[in-house]
């Protein structure tokens, strides 16, 4: 078995192999000032092959990952597992308007063509119970990273609240909570487009001094940050946050910062200066389990 | 029949409906703050739809019509033709390296996946005869863009010399020059890289005062740019230059002007100020072939 990563999450896919205890191997991509990618794969690959890359910013990626699979293919490597940390277009699972591609569907079945199984993590599924429903392979495994976050957070002090972002959300942050030995409540969100939000704040909120915000995705950073501010009106002057996918889209670091959040921890399913969360023991028990 | 278009080269696919004589309706595409894309088809199509969209820059454009095609058939469209003026990845096919994925192979594969059918108008083809050869569907149409091109050229003057860019090229070059009435010759082209080439000019372009470049695909203009300089250092005044596809990628545009190029003419296949050659009624014909 080989780990075969990309630049921009070269420290994570080194750190999967080392894990595993296999080597690691770089798949090459350059850019041509055209806008195709030219995509390059060890050579002297074969049998099982465990392809890291998350999939933030996904289009130019699926389309390498698709020429990446299938140039393994052509070299003999017949088992092909797809580790993706961060697993993209889960949010689009449903047609709010006629006519709207059910991208969660479609981009999990053009998945699954090119990959044997699929390891990811916390994927943002709402109206399906299982990954399967989404990519349809036998092996789509999702991990939860909530004993990571608990144990990230039982080191931190003990008199602050874990605060979710939705009702949904809440079973997670339980368990969160739970084994970090954290209080915890959930908010309220309706959502009216790609940056509007309306939150109401639970109850509990206000008999904290300190409040860690969390969430699965942290992309436009509308939620984190518009949480934020009704914490301060509040008057709670410590708020920190935790995600595990740390899109951060255009401003949404500064907006955060702005909000009065005073830090932020993410996992490292994507590469950003507020990784504090390794998912590689996670990522290798999946993929043992996945091999053996 | 519908022509189903893009909001990129919506005035292409809505000429292309025109000349066909058929309803034209968009296909809306909507870029996420996080790089996803939202794909919606008109909720009331069924039957057959052509599909058109030239795939320069092609990675976003590539998931947005797999979307958009799953899309359509999720809603009985079971006759999808894709007419692609531009076809993406086509020069992408050998592996020059070890390990080199074949693109033109591999996304030839994903195209017949979605599509019944596919047009386009001089693909970049050197190893291979037939598109069908890259893109596995029954019927995969290369259009030729020469009697487009020599019809244009034909309203010009006589005494230019039509230089092709390498020997290749040559039996297209002189299928132009033939129908528009002009001479012809062809270069000698070796590529060091990306920006890098070395161009050998034919003895007969001395003879000429005017002379107009012909080829398939301007990208970074590097080899419309040098064949330039150097017809300029034979003294030769007059350089015009008329191309199928107008990627001109980054300062390509620029690079031509300065280059000495008085005039550019393309075809419509990528929207560009340069374009001059209409394929709407080129395309119209393969697809009412299709379709009967």
């Not at 890359?53 to 990446?68: G, I």
């Not at 047609?95 to 998945?111: D, S, T």
């Not at 990784?275 to 053996?292: G, H, I, K, T």
Request: net charge negative; aromatic share 6%; hydrophobic share 45%.
């Amino acid at each position: 078995m080989v780990v075969a990563g990309f630049e921009e999450t070269r420290l994570q896919s080194r750190q999967l192999a080392e894990a595993l205890g296999c080597p690691w191997r770089e798949i090459e991509i350059h850019r041509f000032p055209d806008g195709e990618s030219r995509v390059t794969v060890p050579a002297d690959l074969s049998g099982t092959v465990v392809v890291h890359r998350s999939l933030d910013r996904p289009n130019d990626k699926l389309v390498e990952l698709a020429l990446a699979a299938a140039a393994l293919r052509e070299q003999g490597c017949d088992r092909l597992l797809l580790v993706a940390p961060y697993l993209c277009y889960m949010r689009q699972d449903f047609a709010f308007h006629p006519g709207e591609a059910v991208a969660q569907k479609i981009v999990g079945q053009l998945l699954a063509r090119y990959f044997d199984g699929l390891v990811t993590v916390d994927p943002h599924l709402h109206r399906i119970d299982r990954l399967e429903q989404a990519v349809p392979l036998q092996h789509a495994v999702s991990l939860s990273s909530a004993t990571v976050m608990s144990r990230y957070l039982a080191t931190g002090a003990r008199n602050r609240l874990l605060l979710g972002p939705d009702e949904e959300s809440e079973q997670w942050v339980e368990a969160i909570a739970r084994r970090a030995g954290l209080p915890y409540a959930v908010a309220d969100k309706r959502r009216m487009g790609d940056r509007e939000l309306v939150i109401s704040l639970p109850k509990e909120a206000g008999e904290f001094d300190a409040v860690v915000l969390v969430d699965d995705i942290a992309s436009t950073g509308t939620t984190l940050a518009e949480t934020a501010w009704q914490l301060t009106e509040l008057g709670i002057t410590q708020i920190e946050a935790i995600v595990t996918h740390a899109l951060f889209c255009g401003d949404a670091w500064d907006r955060l910062k702005q909000a009065g959040i005073d830090a932020v921890a993410s996992s490292d399913s994507i590469s950003h200066p507020s990784n504090r969360l390794f998912l590689a023991p996670l990522l290798a028990d999946a993929v043992r389990e996945w091999a053996s």
